[in-house]
């Protein structure tokens, strides 16, 4: 419930342009090949429509996502957090600490 709760307020925060200026968007593809998947990158399995976020710890389940193929990443350098734009929008999936 926590977890939801957090999720919920940072994806209102985005919504509403109350992220740090010096946040952004990383520049990564979302792949259909986890192999090819680099860095803060997207894998999106087209048989299951699951997607994971790869991040220095390792890969991080963000949810099924039956509507959509591209997905962004947010990186918040000052928090280290991490979010993944889905269709239905924003979710915070983790923090970038190794």
Do not use: C
């Not at 259909?32 to 699951?50: E, I, K, R």
């Not at 389940?61 to 509507?67: E, I, N, P, Q, T």
């Amino acid at each position: 419930m926590k977890h939801r709760t957090l999720s919920l307020l940072v994806s209102l925060a985005l919504s509403l342009g109350l992220t740090p200026a010096h946040g952004s968007v990383l520049d990564t593809a979302t792949t259909a090949s986890a192999s090819q998947t680099q860095l803060y990158g997207v894998f999106h399995d087209a048989a299951t429509n699951f997607v994971f976020v790869k991040l220095p710890q390792g890969w991080i389940f963000a949810g099924r996502d039956d509507l959509k193929s591209y997905h962004e990443v947010f990186l918040d350098p000052s928090t280290e957090f991490v979010f993944v734009k889905l269709s239905t929008g924003w979710k915070f999936v983790g923090t970038a600490k190794a």
